[in-house]
């Protein structure tokens, strides 16, 4: 299994003592937690997208750019890009631009988002959110992969002069994922492009989600694609990752962040079911506990999910340092023995995006990781 990092960077408040962090300093914690997920081994690192609600993530691209600088083998993700939204031709250049910058090391996930009122800020119509996602898409992958297009369709301008975005990805189209929430539409688009899919496997049980993922199987197969380059990511739970020597601990430490942080969430339609931490930890996708107590989780989901790529995303309304620490058990204790009771050739030499020209290095031994780590103290 691959692993990368999650931030679809909230700016809230410390449920419990009511602190938060500036707005600079947080969008700089996203830059420096990338840096140091990189000297830690992850395989990725996600900057999510949203335009209403308590985010900072409007602007993904800047950030990605800003995490280009100061890495150079993680790749870089995106979780997910509101492509329903946005102007592809825009998002075909900005994404490549940072394609350019990381020298081939862009992956995108795009989405019709999950948050509703970022339709009538852009001047949309919600109803149309899935054509729009599938007329976008469409114009996206031909702007990545053609010269000259010219192109009409509903919901943009036409392009009835042959249209070269510039510049051009680095070498070739970077892989496209479809983000996969709440129903069987992004699967079947996924399905239907030969695409990955990626499970936000966030609020809902986990049966919910395996319907979303057997019906991408079932598209994928129908559709006549490769099942070897059929891959599937998963994220883990609204609560995020805590780490703690005994589950118990952990449970302790973190119960009441994460009971105030859901009782302050009240989206209609959109709230979790897992309201107490130990309702989280025993039957959600949070991955809260010992190190043994969140592999034997990953490994769960993994005989239910079959996923590649395991996504996390750290409590931010923690203080920073505690989120490293976090990070580095979850590197050290918890990735490991993941990655050897379920390899996958996502990013090997299987893949066909696995040799995109110095995107990746071959995974580095634990001593390595260590070694690493011993840098970021």
């Known amino acids: 299994m691959k692993f990368q990092v999650l931030d679809i960077i909230p700016h809230l408040k410390n449920p419990l003592t009511g602190e938060i962090v500036s707005t600079a300093d947080r969008l700089n914690q996203v830059v420096e937690t990338a840096r140091r997920a990189e000297a830690l081994g992850f395989d990725g690192f996600s900057v999510g997208e949203r335009h209403a609600g308590e985010f900072i993530s409007s602007s993904p691209t800047t950030v990605l750019a800003a995490i280009a600088a100061v890495t150079d083998r993680i790749r870089l993700h995106t979780g997910v890009t509101v492509l329903s939204v946005l102007d592809p031709v825009r998002v075909a250049e900005d994404y490549a631009t940072i394609d350019q910058l990381s020298r081939g090391r862009l992956e995108i996930t795009i989405g019709k988002g999950n948050e509703v009122l970022q339709y009538p800020l852009f001047g949309l119509d ?6 729009l996602l599938a007329e976008k898409y469409e114009l996206l992958r031909r702007l990545w992969r053609e010269d000259g297009v010219t192109w009409s369709g509903r919901f943009r301008a036409p392009l009835a002069e042959p249209t070269t975005t510039t510049p051009r990805p680095f070498d070739g189209p970077p892989r496209i994922w479809h983000g996969s ?27 919910n989600y395996a319907v979303l993922i057997d019906h991408y199987r079932e598209e994928y197969g129908r559709h006549g694609h490769d099942p070897r380059q059929q891959y599937v990511g998963s994220g883990c739970g609204a609560g995020g990752v805590f780490i703690a020597d005994t589950t118990q601990e952990a449970v302790r430490q973190f119960g009441p962040v994460y009971e105030a942080l859901t009782a302050n969430r009240n989206v209609p339609g959109n709230n979790s079911p897992f309201r107490d931490i130990q309702h989280a930890v025993a039957e959600g996708p949070a991955l809260v506990g010992s190190p043994e107590q969140v592999i034997d989780k990953i490994l769960s989901y993994h005989a239910l999910y079959g996923h590649d790529l395991q996504s996390i995303s750290l409590p931010t309304t923690l203080p ?21 009771a379920a390899p996958t050739t996502l990013w090997e030499d299987g893949d066909p995006y696995g040799n995109r020209p110095e995107s990746t290095r071959s995974n580095q031994s634990a001593n390595v990781i260590r070694s690493e780590n011993a840098l970021v103290h």
């Open 320 to 340: 920073f340092e505690q989120q490293l620490e976090i990070l580095e058990r979850f590197a050290l204790e918890v990735i490991p023995a993941v990655r050897a």
């Open 126 to 131: 919600l109803a149309d959110q899935w054509d």
């Open 181 to 207: 929430a709440t129903t069987l539409t992004s699967a079947a688009l996924a399905g239907k492009w030969g695409d990955p899919l990626f499970t936000a496997n966030a609020i809902q049980p986990r049966e």
